[in-house]
DNA sequence: AATTTCACACCTAGGTGGAAACAT
DNA sequence: ATGTTTCCACCTAGGTGTGAAATT
């Protein structure tokens, strides 16, 4: 069986035999990606065209075989009769060229079939993961979910076909208020979760947090803690201060079909980035911000392929060195805060207990919740291990909960991570949005969109001084976060030397709406900043708690810089950012303004 | 007249006719770089390989002409006939694959004549520039430079012979004595000009620097000053400051040859990069670190291709605004700049006056003379205005002053940035170093080299946190720069308030050679910062006056942070970094200790 | 059988010099 | 005739998911 493909558009000078290229796609050696001739089609063309020829045809491994098509049949009412491990993924990536794209052969016998049978399956997977299918959603799991809900028609049936199933407008919530409403009313399978096990725990021992005694010690290895929801009243001027997560609406998408991270031993960032703005806060004075990631609950988790579904797989396995993530651009001034938005986009994620860089060290397989810390720097003549006097807050934003993986369980995460990363664009549909559907709908294209909010808006967060055209979602939306605030005489210190213990856990169970909070939440229990600490610096050692108590001494400003890439890298991710309303959830959640 | 190449060593599946590319050169269209098919060799085969066939003929135009090949005919005294515009550059690079290369073609008339001349004429570039042929050099221009004074024999004729011609050793000084010695009694030309000028230089109006009042206006179009030379005593703490230059070796071959740095309107990045070591820092205190360039004289320059040498073509042109850039990472701890050293990598230089960027703003074809600024917050709770209190120390290290060109003009310069800067690796010849030259001589690779140092030595700049194999010419030579000194009352206002008037300058004439100083440089004579001020921050606005200012209140430390990318990037920066010489030239040229 | 690791193609982002086009 | 600008191929550096292989 062989498929060839022919591409058009090509610099004519080349020989016509390097153009065409035939694949067997059942020969033993597996052809990874594309060869080198095929590879430089893409030079010659232009940028907008991607043209991988030898992915058309290809055979998976047994587990790649389950991750992609094995949930899809829970969807699917079609009948599967051969074994999965038989069946061919449709090509990865549809050809597209300048001059259009053609399937020559294909004169495979059931191969073929099943090609198209998982195609149609995959589409199934339009719609958000349910462990239940929710009322008022189409039963069979949203095959048609693309005409219907997001009103278009049925897309070219080759490779457009699958390629718009996962394209970006199937996956947003646009404004439309249809899939928006019903969207709104069901029960999410990772809310379930959270909400389950946060009720499900006792307050536990959080009043026992003084047992531990690392703070002296290099590296201490410390547990991971539990939420604590029960904050102190926060000073006066504490409490003013208020956060919102930017590109809220990315978080809710993920959220949605349940966010999963990728840990690595080297490390992974983090995809949404952790992008929160503060007001609030005194111009002059000093603040540090800082991030750290807690376990949502005590269990372990698995994926049901078949059901297309998280189901709890036991008890959390044995915590792990809890470290923080102190914003490499701290201390910030108030200053600064209040005109640009912090961004922790360079924070990574491992699974290596071991990790010698930094990076936060999650388990696999479990459910993380990451906090946003902000703590005055009061008093800049502090020694270098009493903390005790500096105030500071927590912020807490629900959609941002994930589950740590090693690899990606849920097929709809992977497909919006790759429709929304930027570094992962080589894995995009380049068919998403043909020629021919522009036409037909009149719609404009993706690109446009972004364009258009690129350049509509003026840049808010950032210094005039860039005028590289930057500024786009600079106006995203962003949503009111969670707070928790002490001012009492917990410190980093005590953090530390507290982490060991298992505390009983709480999540905020109204703050998976926005802009609603409950008193609830400002229950008198101390807000203790727990784990071991961070590597020093951008030296990559780790932080030892006199370094960062030392790193909040004083009053030191952060001296002027010139560059901004740090905040640059984002500030376009992808098509995510920009289309996904302007909207501004500016509701502030603090119920101690 | 055709050439064609064959190349050896490729996967073989692949077209014998994509193999072998024939060319016109005298086609009217000139073919850009390797053309698609050609540069997709080096895909299919090692690293190692570089093979861009298209590029072994070419015709170039007037300038590159004038540019490339006249230069050579000074230094030759094999009679030139025919037209230069009729000339044909040599290959740009050497073909070399994994088998070998063979020149199939060739057959050429006059053309392939004059490309030979031409490329002799090319290896006479080997030695330094000089206005004069100095006593002791071959007056011929050094035509057999390679074979005598490198202690090469003569390499094979054909494409390895201009190859070697630039080869790294070729330009390196590796020590051999004889060599050294010679250029060590030649006078430079640019320090020719240097010291010419700065003797024929009155002190000038340093005196009258508080004349202008801009130190309120956001940004105020300065003057660049001349550089003083005379400084006051400094305090005992400052005095006991020492600065040294890292990577001088490099700064040195690039000095030898006259350094020229591109100016581009958007920016270009210097290379080298200004890297220093600060010692006799107070481990608890702030430090601000920063760097501006000045002017040298008051000429401007043209490069007389005929002469391979710098001429001076008139007075300086007006003067553009002066900025100072300080560094990103400000404020530093003492004990930070104890341990890691301060590079200067991100800094632009630009010849657009109206540049928003902050980066630094020169004349094209004017000489500039670097300085680094270091600055002690000394008082936390300074006014924002009021910078009266702080005290400064300003080093000057005359191996970095460079010509500012909008294009290259010495071709050794060309050469030997492309051979340093990683940046440029694809201009390299792949075939500086071919197995049988290291055959003949038993002389090691220059990967062999680089490795040996990267792993034979310990970083020392760094922290151990990074695993990943750094710290290659982490002893890289130093040398310590003159320092220039003032405890006064001139700040940073001043420097922006006096910096619109022209000062006499005197160049410190006894810096030239290493581990020596002079009494002179010590002369009591304040040294004011002068300049506008650089941009805010990372965000990309100019930096204010107020800016700046308060950017030095307070003692507030540089927060701990986890990653060290700026520190990473150059520490490895080619083969010259590393292999050029592991001596410290540790003696501190400040005569204040 | 489930999960993790690894090498790799393919991106983003941006720093290089070359040559032609442009400006003066 | 000389100097500058622009575009581009070709790099560095590093962030993506992929699928086979390794590990548990």
């Known amino acids: 069986m062989q498929?060839?493909?022919?591409?058009?558009?090509?610099?004519?000078?080349?020989?016509?035999?390097?153009?065409?290229?035939?694949i067997d796609i059942r020969s033993s050696s597996y052809i990874p990606r594309a060869p080198a001739h095929c590879r430089n089609f893409r030079r010659l063309e232009t940028q907008a065209v991607s043209c991988t020829c030898a992915l058309l045809s290809r055979t998976i491994d047994r587990t790649a075989l389950r991750r992609r098509i094995m949930p899809t049949l829970h969807g699917k009412p079609a009948p599967m009769t051969s074994e999965p491990a038989d069946w061919l993924l449709p090509p990865r990536r549809g050809v597209r060229t300048a001059g259009g794209t053609k399937l020559i052969g294909g004169a495979g016998g059931d191969s073929e079939t099943v090609e198209w049978r998982s195609r149609e399956a995959e589409r199934s997977k339009l719609l958000p993961v349910r462990v239940e299918t929710p009322p008022g959603m189409n039963p069979a799991g949203g095959v048609l979910a693309t005409a219907s809900t997001m009103e278009y028609s049925t897309p070219k049936p080759q490779l457009s076909s699958r390629a718009n199933a996962f394209s970006i407008a199937a996956l947003i919530s646009t404004g439309n208020s249809k899939e928006k409403e019903i969207q709104e009313n069901t029960i999410k399978p990772l809310e379930q979760f959270v909400e389950k096990s946060s009720c499900s725990q006792p307050l536990?021992?959080?009043?026992?947090?003084?047992?531990?005694?690392?703070?002296?010690?290099?590296?201490?290895?410390?547990?991971?803690?539990?939420?604590?929801?029960?904050?102190?009243?926060?000073?006066?001027?504490?409490?003013?201060?208020?956060?919102?997560?930017?590109?809220?609406?990315?978080?809710?998408?993920?959220?949605?079909?349940?966010t999963e991270m990728?840990?690595?031993?080297?490390?992974?960032?983090?995809?949404?980035?952790?992008?929160?703005?503060?007001?609030?806060?005194?111009?002059?004075?000093?603040?540090?911000?800082?991030?750290?990631?807690?376990?949502?609950?005590?269990?372990?988790?698995?994926?049901?392929?078949?059901?297309?579904?998280?189901?709890?797989?036991?008890?959390?396995?044995?915590?792990?060195?809890?470290?923080?993530?102190?914003?490499?651009?701290?201390?910030?001034?108030?200053?600064?805060?209040?005109?640009?938005?912090?961004?922790?986009?360079?924070?990574?994620?491992?699974?290596?207990?071991?990790?010698?860089?930094?990076?936060?060290?999650?388990?696999?397989?479990?459910?993380?919740?990451?906090?946003?810390?902000?703590?005055?720097?009061?008093?800049?003549?502090?020694?270098?291990?009493?903390?005790?006097?500096?105030?500071?807050?927590?912020?807490?934003?629900?959609?941002?909960?994930f589950t740590a993986v090693t690899a990606y369980q849920?097929?709809?995460?992977?497909?919006?991570?790759?429709?929304?990363?930027?570094?992962?664009k080589g894995f995009r549909d380049s068919s998403r949005l043909t020629d021919m559907e522009r036409y037909c709908f009149q719609e404009e294209s993706v690109e446009n969109l972004i364009q258009k909010h690129t350049y509509a808006r003026s840049p808010i967060r950032t210094y005039g001084g860039e005028d590289d055209g930057l500024g786009d979602e600079s106006q995203a939306s962003q949503t009111r976060g969670s707070a928790f605030t002490t001012s009492d005489n917990l410190t980093l210190s005590t953090w530390v030397a507290s982490s060991s213990n298992f505390s009983g856990f709480q999540h905020p169970q109204?703050?998976?709406?926005?802009?609603?909070?409950?008193?609830?939440?400002?229950?008198?229990?101390?807000?203790p900043i727990q784990g071991s600490l961070p590597p020093y610096s951008r030296i990559g050692m780790p932080l030892t708690p006199s370094a960062i108590a030392s790193s909040m001494q004083g009053s030191g400003p952060t001296f002027p810089t010139f560059h901004m890439p740090r905040y640059h890298h984002y500030f376009q991710q992808g098509p995510y950012a920009a289309i996904q309303g302007l909207r501004h959830s500016s509701a502030v959640m603090t119920h101690f303004v």
Chains 1, 2 share one sequence.
Not at 10 to 17: F, G, Q
Request: hydrophobic share 35%; charged share 20%; net charge neutral.
């Open 3 to 22: 498929w060839s493909v022919s591409c058009y558009g090509l610099i004519p000078d080349r020989e016509p035999a390097a153009h065409h290229t035939n």
């Open 204 to 258: 536990g021992d959080l009043s026992s947090l003084e047992l531990g005694d690392y703070s002296g010690s290099a590296s201490p290895v410390c547990t991971e803690p539990l939420i604590p929801t029960t904050p102190t009243v926060p000073s006066a001027e504490m409490a003013k201060i208020s956060c919102s997560l930017e590109t809220k609406e990315l978080w809710d998408k993920f959220h949605e079909l349940g």
């Open 262 to 401: 990728i840990i690595t031993k080297s490390g992974r960032r983090m995809f949404p980035t952790i992008r929160v703005s503060l007001s609030g806060v005194d111009p002059e004075a000093k603040y540090i911000v800082l991030m750290d990631i807690v376990s949502v609950d005590n269990k372990r988790y698995r994926y049901a392929y078949h059901r297309s579904s998280w189901l709890v797989a036991g008890k959390a396995d044995p915590p792990l060195p809890a470290r923080l993530y102190v914003h490499p651009d701290c201390p910030f001034t108030g200053e600064q805060l209040l005109k640009q938005m912090v961004s922790f986009e360079k924070v990574k994620l491992t699974n290596n207990e071991l990790d010698q860089h930094g990076h936060i060290i999650l388990n696999s397989m479990h459910k993380y919740q990451p906090r946003v810390h902000i703590i005055k720097k009061k008093d800049h003549t502090a020694s270098l291990v009493n903390l005790k006097s500096e105030e500071f807050r927590t912020f807490i934003f629900p959609e941002t909960v």
């Open 410 to 424: 849920n097929q709809l995460i992977t497909k919006l991570k790759i429709d929304s990363n930027p570094f992962a």
């Open 510 to 527: 109204s703050l998976t709406a926005i802009s609603t909070s409950t008193a609830s939440l400002a229950a008198p229990i101390p807000h």
